[in-house]
């Protein structure tokens, strides 16, 4: 048997071509239906986002496993399959990608915390379609348990990479918490509204637009729940707003160093203003820093943290990937065993058959015995029965994925007569590696 995943993302196709692989819940499970009567795979999971499709599928041979892989996809996606946009990986590399997929280290914004859901509700809606059974139980588990790892131990999901996310902290940094805060966006261009949506996701319940189209700040307010001030009366609630981040294409200035302390004569709230200018050429006067209670950053400001935080971002992603490192090993340590588990079964299952027949045979021969008493026996029986496999159980396991794997398979075949033909054959040992 052999893991398998074959995908497409960002980084090999354009979103024309990723949008014709964009499936819905319900063709996923009939995908999903499909592969299940398949006899060439024993498990599947089909992961789809708007960056990524990814079909992760456990091929019954290693050999036929990919060519019916291509055939199947082929069949489903029709004359949208072309095989120069796709990425295969088997063993120990699809599982390494899948870690990587749901830690975001392989998503197109590194550290967002969209996929780690995703990737959840993939593993969930092909358990709930009989398609995973232990292998990919165990492996998704295990990303899941990986990803939410490196977001706690490390601050990946917590760096802003880009100016509209690096306002927003700013500003918190500054106010705390945007449950109750008063923001004012200025300008209803795309900065606008990508500084409205990291405002919204950051807690703020809604924001005031202002932009010099009426229309134009209406159509950026109804998206977040906000209500539109005319351009004309905007300085007038500045005056008890507690964050106005501006981004217009004026050429010069549209506050004014005298007009704002004008204003903030009527100002009755006891914290400072919080103005975050991220217009080329500049919204904002820089001499308003001069005033009581006016904080100010600009372009210049936020591009600093912006090259700070994709360092310090680098950084967390390398940490990240050791993590995941780690949890593979742990995972391979967790699976070494399943070479061995077709030797292990027919040692136990032949020692109970062997104590069940002689347990019947001997409980025949004492019908005076009580229900309890016969119960009382058939535990002990149980009980010598994991003593004596005890110590061969746990040689065997130790065996498992070592230089010894193959001699103590073929021993333990012979001395207990298991007539495990493919266990002894050696060319049949790629039916139970995975890792390559």
């Not at 340590?333 to 109970?352: A, C, G, N, Q």
């Not at 409980?363 to 015995?369: A, N």
């Amino acid at each position: 048997m052999q893991l398998i995943v074959l995908g497409l993302n960002h980084k090999t196709a354009p979103v024309e071509v990723r949008e014709k692989f964009n499936f819905s819940r319900s063709r996923i499970k009939h995908v999903l239906r499909l592969l299940k009567e398949s006899d060439d795979f024993s498990e599947a999971v089909l992961l789809s986002t708007c960056n990524r499709t990814e079909l992760y599928l456990v091929a019954q041979e290693p050999e036929d496993g990919m060519e019916a892989l291509h055939n199947a996809v082929k069949r489903i996606a029709g004359k949208a399959f072309d095989k120069e946009y796709f990425y295969t990986l088997t063993g120990v590399h699809c599982v390494r990608h899948l870690f990587l997929v749901a830690s975001s280290l392989d998503s197109l914004i590194v550290g967002e915390g969209q996929i780690l859901s995703q990737v959840k509700d993939a593993y969930h809606l092909a358990r709930t379609s009989g398609t995973t059974s232990f292998m990919f139980n165990t492996i998704f588990n295990q990303a899941i348990s990986s990803g939410k790892k490196i977001r706690t131990r490390t601050q990946i999901a917590y760096r802003s990479v880009s100016v509209s996310s690096a306002a927003v902290d700013l500003a918190i940094e500054v106010v705390g918490d945007l449950s109750d805060a008063d923001i004012l966006v200025i300008g209803a261009g795309k900065m606008s509204e990508l500084t409205a949506r990291h405002l919204m996701d950051k807690g703020a319940p809604s924001i005031f637009v202002t932009n010099r189209s009426y229309d134009h700040a209406k159509e950026l307010a109804d998206k977040f729940n906000g209500s539109v001030i005319r351009f004309d009366d905007f300085i007038d609630h500045v005056v008890n707003a507690d964050i106005v981040i501006t981004s217009t294409g004026a050429t010069h200035y549209i506050i004014h160093h005298d007009q704002l302390a004008l204003a903030l004569e009527e100002r009755v709230k006891p914290n400072p203003l919080v103005l975050i200018d991220i217009a080329v050429p500049r919204d904002v006067d820089p001499e308003v820093t001069d005033l009581d209670r006016v904080v100010l950053y600009n372009i210049d400001d936020l591009k600093n943290v912006v090259d700070t935080n994709k360092e310090l971002r680098n950084q967390d992603a390398e940490a990240a990937k050791f993590l995941i490192e780690e949890d593979i090993e742990a995972l391979k340590e967790r699976l070494r065993y399943l070479s061995m588990r077709p030797v292990m079964v027919r040692l136990h299952d032949k020692f109970d058959f062997l104590r069940e027949r002689i347990l019947a045979k001997t409980l025949r021969k004492m019908p005076e015995l009580t229900e309890e008493q016969q119960h009382k026996i058939e535990v002990m029986s149980e009980r010598l029965m994991y003593k004596f496999l005890r110590d061969p159980m746990i040689n065997i396991n130790k065996a498992a994925g070592t230089e010894e794997e193959e001699h103590v398979k073929t021993d333990i075949s012979r001395f207990f007569m298991l007539d495990d033909k493919d266990e002894d054959n050696p060319d049949d040992e790629k039916n139970y590696n995975y890792w390559n």
